[in-house]
């Protein structure tokens, strides 16, 4: 599924956040770090293959040239109940050696649909105090994006879509999906090749800035004056708490420095 043509990051007020701005930095991070332990544990489960499909499973591998003579002995001789033992126990051990690679090696970024979500300020935008950058996706790191899948128990794999790899990286897709209880996040990941990894995004990609409504004067003009040092297109959005929904409401503003304000006048 293509992305939406606008993503939002949401980012608390830091020294590492307002550096990631400056140098037009997405930063991909180790998914061990995810604050769900779901993320970073889901263990799929594995359906047992019905007779059928435990059959065209044996007579697969009995083809394969490159077979061992011994496994080939053991595929052609073993019961169907340890033959099944037997596939199921290897294919979970090659999938746990897969996720554990993943973990230690693959970097992902996390982006939202949605930049009013209250739960989502209180969780990652600092409480309210922080800012959230919009991305348009036609930029990379945007190509290659996945949706997260919600699920409201642990997924399902197919024993012979796993063995014979029928095109789906199941693991990348195990770590689109998480449970149904995160749903409000209306999530997206981009997995990068190597984990801590800082992408340099250009700057039209990063087309507006959404202040928390909680965020001190002070911070936002920090913010400000950064955005206006190398991307003069970007809106502006100041957020305060709606007052007829559980929502964060936006109005664009325009910002002025204080040299600039006396430059042109508006200010002594």
């Not at 080939?72 to 033959?83: D, G, I, Q, R, V």
């Not at 970097?107 to 649909?113: K, N």
């Not at 012979?160 to 449970?179: E, H, I, M």
Request: charged fraction near 20%.
């Amino acid at each position: 599924m293509n992305p939406p043509p606008l993503l939002y990051k949401y980012e608390a007020l830091s020294t590492q956040s307002l550096l990631n701005l400056k140098r037009q930095v997405i930063y991909f991070g180790s998914p061990l770090n995810f604050n769900d332990p779901y993320d970073c544990a889901l263990t799929p489960n594995i359906e047992t293959p019905s007779a059928d499909e435990l059959e065209a499973i044996r007579q697969s591998y009995l083809q394969k040239q490159y077979l061992p003579p011994k496994a080939h002995a053991e595929f052609k001789s073993s019961t169907p109940e340890n033959l099944r033992e037997i596939l199921l126990r290897a294919a979970h051990s090659a999938f746990k050696t897969a996720v554990d690679d993943f973990l230690k090696s693959k970097g992902v970024a996390c982006f939202s649909e949605t930049n009013d979500n209250l739960l989502m300020w209180s969780h990652y935008g600092g409480r309210g105090k922080g800012f959230c950058l919009e991305f348009a996706t036609s930029a990379e790191p945007f190509q290659q994006i996945r949706e997260v899948n919600y699920l409201p128990t642990l997924p399902t794999l197919n024993l012979s879509a796993l063995l014979f790899k029928t095109g789906v990286d199941y693991v990348s897709k195990l770590f689109c999906t998480k449970s149904e209880a995160w749903k409000y996040e209306r999530e997206w990941r981009a997995i990068h090749h190597a984990a801590d990894t800082q992408y340099i995004y250009p700057a039209e990609a990063l087309t507006g800035v959404y202040f928390g409504p909680d965020i001190d004067q002070q911070s936002l003009e920090i913010v400000c004056l950064i955005l206006a040092g190398q991307n003069e297109n970007v809106k502006l959005w100041r957020g305060t708490r709606s007052s007829t929904e559980f929502r964060v409401s936006f109005e664009e503003f325009t910002y002025t420095s204080h040299l600039d304000g006396k430059r042109k006048g508006y200010m002594k």
